[in-house]
């Protein structure tokens, strides 16, 4: 699957995907030019087409990391399932006594920059990225963003109509926002949780205080609200865990 989706990025740089897909191992594709994805699976209508479902089965790590100032347009998929987990040294044993890569809390360093943030996407460097018609669900993170991490100065993400349902993470359990600008416009948000309040912003905006554990602002993120959003129902929750 791999090589077949990278093959895609030779001129026109495009994937369409139209059919379901489990990920039965990592397959995290790393997008740093321009591309289109696009999901087209059939409803059993002659033209009719609705969003593929990519499902995580094993594995961890985001579907997606975009980077480097890429423009990537992201249409009619469903995240169903992703999760990042920030990994321990001790599960690696090449690395458990060497120092310079675990950190005091016993985490490896490398990890810290994409695994544990974004269960689904993971945004950043200078990346455009639009998302339309998307819907991510039971995505888990143990840090940022259950769902999507978006970071770094030059990133925008733009949401039209995308919906966010049911995703956790330590903070922001749908969205979390460091030092980028996101969008929001037409979206859904339901039932998403976070166990750190203390790290949950009221947003400057015209969002409503019970987005918040579902859309984090970290020092210097911003999100805007376009207008037709339904911010529904987030929560608190003290369940967390790290392998």
């Not at 979390?176 to 790290?199: H, I, Y």
């Not at 609200?225 to 392998?243: P, Q, V």
């Amino acid at each position: 699957l791999r090589d077949a989706l990278e093959a895609t990025f030779r001129p026109p740089a495009a994937i369409v995907v139209r059919a379901d897909l489990a990920f039965e191992s990592d397959i995290p594709l790393e997008i740093a030019r321009d591309v289109d994805i696009m999901g087209e699976c059939g409803d059993g209508t002659p033209y009719g087409t609705r969003p593929c479902d990519l499902r995580r089965t094993t594995g961890t790590g985001p579907a997606f990391l975009i980077r480097g100032g890429a423009e990537v347009d992201i249409t009619g998929l469903n995240f169903d399932g992703f999760e990042t987990w920030k990994k321990r040294c001790e599960n690696y044993e090449i690395f458990a006594n060497d120092p310079q890569l675990c950190d005091e809390d016993g985490f490896r360093v490398g990890d810290k920059a994409r695994l544990g943030s974004g269960g689904a996407l993971h945004i950043s460097e200078g990346a455009q990225v639009r998302l339309d018609t998307c819907t991510f669900k039971f995505a888990y993170a143990t840090d940022d963003g259950g769902a999507v991490y978006v970071a770094d100065k030059g990133t925008d993400v733009t949401f039209s109509k995308c919906s966010f349902l049911e995703n956790h993470a330590k903070r922001g359990g749908a969205v979390a926002v460091r030092d980028a600008r996101t969008f929001f416009k037409d979206c859904l948000f339901s039932r998403n949780s976070g166990n750190d309040p203390v790290r949950c912003p009221i947003p400057a905006l015209e969002m409503t205080w019970y987005g918040c554990n579902a859309i984090v602002l970290i020092p210097e993120g911003d999100a805007y609200d376009l207008g037709g959003n339904d911010f529904g129902t987030s929560e608190y929750t003290d369940w967390y865990g790290t392998i």
